[in-house]
């Protein structure tokens, strides 16, 4: 009884649910170089979250056809609030944007983004960084033969 009430309530989480005062903000921009993502991405949004409550620090990269930034809150903030304030801002600040600029993708980071399994293939002989390995096991499985060798 005790067995199947374990398995039937267990849930498949390796940590507990915890909340961390981050949240990203991810960008593109197709075709822009760094400097382009730079002015008209990056820091347009820089000053607009700039004037979120409870913001500690704010990091950004700007790179070839996208930027990141990343907020930093005091440990007391309410992310739920917060999250509702950047998207208002990005609203405001993504109506002047030139078309091709994507919507920003808003992420909390929490120990949910944190994978319960990571699984690895190897293939003996066979360099991974190649591409051949990835072709010749899904080849391998969409054919039936019921095996990889060496899967680890």
């Not at 961390?20 to 000053?47: C, D, H, N, W």
Request: proline fraction near 7%; include cysteine.
């Amino acid at each position: 009884m005790l067995g199947y009430v374990s398995i039937t309530k267990m849930t498949p989480d390796l940590l507990p649910e915890m909340s961390f005062p981050y949240i990203m903000l991810m960008t593109t921009y197709p075709g822009a170089s760094p400097e382009e993502v730079e002015s008209a991405v990056t820091k347009p949004l820089e000053q607009t979250m700039a004037s979120l409550d409870d913001i500690k620090e704010i990091t950004s990269t700007s790179a070839e056809n996208y930027s990141i930034v990343l907020l930093t809150f005091e440990d007391s903030v309410n992310t739920d609030v917060a999250m509702m304030d950047i998207q208002r801002g990005i609203s405001t600040l993504s109506a002047s944007w030139d078309d091709t600029i994507g919507t920003p993708v808003v992420t909390e980071l929490s120990s949910d983004l944190i994978p319960t399994l990571v699984a690895a293939v190897s293939y003996e002989g066979k360099d991974p960084l190649s591409g051949g390995l990835c072709r010749e096991a899904a080849g391998c499985h969409r054919h039936g033969s019921g095996a990889v060798p060496h899967v680890r």
